[in-house]
């Protein structure tokens, strides 16, 4: 397990080169989490920043962005940065505008609904029939709850019925939406798959129900976004990319998902 100190360092060396000299350029807490997340979860991240403040090295400011909210940035606390106060809330406000472009509804909307069409097609590809879309029923079992599950669908050779819940998202999806995705999957009878850019936290409680964490570690944008997804990388190094199909390790891990599911059912049914 990483010590409290270890995470606070790594958090640091984001704002602080090996040489000791400052990085002039303000991140804000979506984007530093992002880019320690194959370390440390999300929480984690936040806490380190909370305490890397508190010890004077670091420095918030809040930005009121129009439909999304006051977002933190931070940054190196020292005379240069406090000297540099226009040239920095300038960089914030530049910042805030990207960060209201790919938040806007319809992005967000158009990421979910592309991301949604690609693991359909990926499933029909793998001998799926899809049973519904945005639905809380499985044949005679129906959910008693509002929330639904984006796909049930179901093996044609095998009988094996999934529960899809796709999320094309730069953040986590919140522990409590994915124990509930769970429990609804195992009330229909149905193996969970979770198709998200970012799953890793949970993946553990997904395979102990017997489910796949479908992680893409990117998040996919539609063709024609090229020019987009180039300068959110450029300004945030985010994980985006273009693509008009899953990624090729993804599908090889799911068929392996796939496989060992249909022969644990086959050795089931010959005992």
């Known amino acids: 397990m ?15 080169d090996d040489f000791n000299r400052p990085k002039r350029k303000p991140m804000h807490e979506t984007a530093i989490q992002i880019a320690m997340e194959y370390k440390y979860d999300h929480k984690r991240t936040s806490y380190a920043l909370r305490q890397l403040e508190n010890h004077n090295i670091l420095f918030s400011i809040k930005q009121k962005i129009e439909g999304i909210g006051n977002i933190r940035f931070f940054m190196v606390n020292n005379q240069n940065t406090l000297k540099n106060q226009d040239r920095l809330m300038k960089k914030i406000s530049n910042y805030s505008y990207w960060i209201k472009r790919y938040s806007d509804y319809n992005i967000t909307k158009m990421l979910g609904a592309h991301l949604h069409a690609l693991v359909k097609a990926e499933l029909q590809a793998e001998g799926f029939k899809i049973i519904n879309e945005y639905t809380s029923q499985f044949k005679e079992n129906k959910w008693p709850g509002r929330e639904t599950l984006d ?51 949970y993946r553990k409680k997904i395979q102990e129900n017997l489910g796949f964490a479908w992680q893409f570690k990117n998040q996919i944008y539609p063709l024609g976004q090229e020019s987009f997804v180039k300068e959110l990388r450029k300004r945030f190094n985010f994980p985006v990319e273009v693509a008009s199909e899953l990624p090729n390790e993804n599908i090889l891990e799911f068929k392996e998902w796939l496989e060992n599911i249909e022969k644990n059912i086959s050795e089931n049914r010959s005992i």
């Open 151 to 201: 796909i049930i669908a179901e093996h044609s050779n095998h009988h094996l019925p999934i529960g899809v819940e796709v999320k094309n998202m730069l953040s986590l999806i919140p522990h409590a939406e994915v124990s509930k995705k769970i429990e609804i999957c195992n009330f229909l009878g149905v193996k969970p798959v979770f198709a998200c850019r970012w799953i890793e936290p």
């Open 2 to 16: 990483q010590s409290k100190k270890s995470l606070e360092d790594d958090v640091k060396g984001l704002f602080i």
